[in-house]
């Protein structure tokens, strides 16, 4: 029989991603230049143009913040308009010219009068006024073609709360602001639109992006694949294993669960189903990975870098906090997958089949040490800014050592493209964000909110836990993490503080549930991109999802009550037994949801397992010894129960 390879060349992100319009017009450059193919190019000129001013600012110095800000801005309200038409599905019109037109001339008045503008703060011009309240109507249509109508119409809720204070009730009341006050607050300044999301936005964030097309561009999604298979691909569930370790690995680059699951999803899925796995279980395996990528350093997603500005502390060392909570994510849905595999009795692929796992780390390691490097300035005292930019060359360098790998020209322009217009979303997301945050210091919404929920949960810390991450949940369905963050960041958060929750814990765990929001029913994104790849349902995918993810929905809750494990207080002994405990508890708690721990459970066997799981991440020592005194239990019991059956049926058949 032949050695048949997996082709797992077709994860190739350079194959698998639409070219871009550069690409594009190479590919085409002898065939006759008309209107439409001078459009393409003047669209792809600006997204590159975009992605050198980020890099050069990066690397030799940014302009005054309010310059730095509205240029990102503008520039980006610029390509949106161009690439997301006014209707969905329909081409470049009359009211996309006019809004161009429109962008072009707020763009002039804003860049040109930059320091006269921020000197009239507090006491605007009418023209202010005018172009003000343009520029904010441009951000929410920006908003509303590329994150759908739901962002964009909690950015107008924000705004008329504004001016509707004094109609709500109680603690949520207040005086109401003048229009001029508004649309200085927002425009003038950085406290509204330019605020922390869009500082953030404008300076890491499209950098990291940017990193990220050129990483996937250099090969670094085909090396982390074929690490993944070569790796897990022979074990138990090893098609699953692979595809949840592959999808975690490039969703750290990507930092978007509904994209890295359309990259990896269409080889991942297609082979789970090939390899006997059910539409369902596929789709749903690939949902729960590529939304977990968001939460696993070092690379996470864009919310992290709001939330070191936030919290004041380096993104290096929240993503060291954060390393922990991910690890046991990923392990619980390893397990689930690895007793799904045991309870059906799911092979792994042969090792014939499968990548060399050393030819790949000899001839492919090389692409990591891009990442490596971005940990190694960061520890060492760089910024984010500056690590993304050295990382960055040293990905163009690196790539040059593998003919397969080298980028040239066309590949470079390439990546820039890609990556200016991959961070379109996110920006028109961190503006409305702006909005948000404008509206809640403005009106003091953070501190009254803060004591409402604190007097609607009673003063309870459970009850206060779950209603901020229903809200999370629901803030983030249909809209990217770093806007329900940003909203639960001065919303949830500080009334978790109030009663006591760590403050890095505080708002992980907002982040947490805007992450998890992805997977989460009527608007899963991720798992119905997936679906739409294995052409399950929609809804039960998304349903499915959550049970294999479940015990990410439970982690928040479990490192509020342990800060250990965000590493927060406690000693080396105490994390590492917190650490032991809950890998211990995701173990039973794989067990007990699949129904299977060496052998099938049953109903009471399944309610004991899952209590052991629970008492061992409750804090205390008696906790973690009961748990794992039941656990223990009902794993002798299995293996007695396995072996006597195994015993039997050797003995009938013989």
């Not at 707020?106 to 605007?124: H, K, L, N, V, W």
């Not at 206060?464 to 983030?476: D, E, F, H, K, R």
């Not at 998304?542 to 494990?565: M, R």
Request: contains cysteine.
């Amino acid at each position: 029989m032949a050695d048949e390879r997996i082709n797992t060349k077709k994860l190739d992100t350079t194959v698998k991603e639409k070219p871009a319009l550069i690409e594009e017009l190479w590919q085409s450059r002898k065939e006759k230049w008309n209107g439409p193919r001078i459009f393409i190019l003047i669209v792809s000129l600006l997204a590159i143009g975009l992605s050198i001013f980020h890099v050069y600012t990066a690397g030799f110095g940014t302009l005054p913040s309010w310059e730095q800000r509205s240029i990102h801005v503008l520039w980006a309200l610029l390509l949106i308009f161009l690439l997301f038409p006014f209707k969905k599905g329909k081409k470049f019109g009359l009211i996309d010219m006019l809004i161009v037109i429109l962008t072009l001339v707020t763009a002039f008045y804003m860049i040109s009068g930059a320091e006269a503008i921020q000197g009239r703060q507090g006491d605007i011009s009418n023209n202010d006024v005018v172009f003000g309240t343009v520029f904010i109507a441009l951000v929410l249509e920006a908003t509303r073609r590329t994150n759908g109508i739901l962002m964009a119409a909690i950015g107008v809720v924000f705004l008329a709360y504004i001016f509707l204070g004094r109609y709500f009730p109680g603690a949520l009341a207040h005086p109401g602001a003048r229009y001029e006050k508004m649309v200085d607050h927002m425009f003038n300044g950085t406290l509204g639109i330019f605020s922390e999301p869009i500082y953030v936005s404008s300076t890491v964030l499209i950098l990291f992006v940017i990193f990220g097309s050129f990483l996937m561009k250099s090969g670094g999604g085909q090396f982390f694949t074929d690490f993944a298979f070569g790796l897990f691909g022979n074990k138990t569930g090893g098609p699953a294993l692979s595809a949840v370790g592959s999808s975690a690995l490039v969703a750290t680059i990507t930092g978007n669960g509904a994209a890295n699951a359309a990259i990896t999803g269409s080889f991942t899925i297609p082979l789970m189903k090939k390899l006997g796995y059910s539409k369902r279980f596929s789709a749903a395996v690939e949902a729960v990975a590529s939304q977990g990528g968001q939460i696993m350093p070092p690379i996470m997603g864009a919310s992290v870098f709001i939330m070191a500005e936030v919290i004041g502390l380096p993104y290096i060392q929240i993503a060291l906090f954060a390393l922990i909570p991910a690890v046991i994510y990923f392990f619980i849905a390893g397990m689930v997958v690895y007793f799904h595999a045991k309870r059906l009795k799911m092979a792994g692929i042969p090792k014939s089949q499968l990548p060399d796992l050393k030819l790949v780390l000899l001839k492919q390691s090389y692409l990591f040490l891009p990442i490596l490097l971005i940990i190694g300035l960061m520890i060492y005292g760089y910024s984010p800014m500056k690590s993304g930019f050295y990382a960055l060359i040293a990905t163009v360098l690196l790539s040059w050592i593998r003919k397969a790998t080298r980028m040239n020209l066309l590949d470079i322009l390439a990546a820039l493209e890609n990556g200016a217009r991959n961070a379109l979303i996110v920006i028109a997301a961190c503006a409305t964000a702006g909005i948000i945050v404008g509206a809640v210091s403005l009106t003091g919404l953070g501190i009254t909110f803060s004591r409402f929920v604190i007097e609607v949960a009673g003063g309870s810390m459970l009850l206060l836990l779950i209603l901020v991450a229903a809200a999370s949940i629901i803030m983030g369905m249909g809209m990217p993490t770093v806007s329900a963050y940003v909203i639960l960041s001065v919303l949830g958060a500080p009334a978790l503080v109030d009663l006591g929750v760590n403050l890095v814990a505080a708002h992980m765990f907002v982040f947490y549930f805007g992450v998890l929001s992805g997977l989460t029913p009527p608007v899963a994104i991720t798992a119905y991109t997936t679906a739409g790849i294995a052409g399950s349902n929609p809804t039960k995918t998304a349903l499915y999802a959550i049970k294999i993810g479940l015990g990410g929905f439970f982690i928040p809750f479990i490192f509020v009550y342990n800060p250990e494990l965000l590493l927060q207080g406690g000693d080396t002994t105490r994390i590492t037994i917190a650490v032991i405990s809950a890998l211990i508890s995701c173990v039973f708690f794989a067990g007990a949801l699949e129904n299977y721990f060496s052998g099938p459970l049953g109903v009471w066997k399944r309610l004991l397992l899952f209590s052991s799981a629970v008492l061992l991440v409750i804090p205390g020592l008696l906790g973690d010894l009961s748990g794992l005194a039941i656990g223990a239990a009902i794993f002798v019991i299995q293996k007695k129960k396995t072996k006597f059956v195994s015993e039997n049926t050797k003995q009938m058949s013989g």
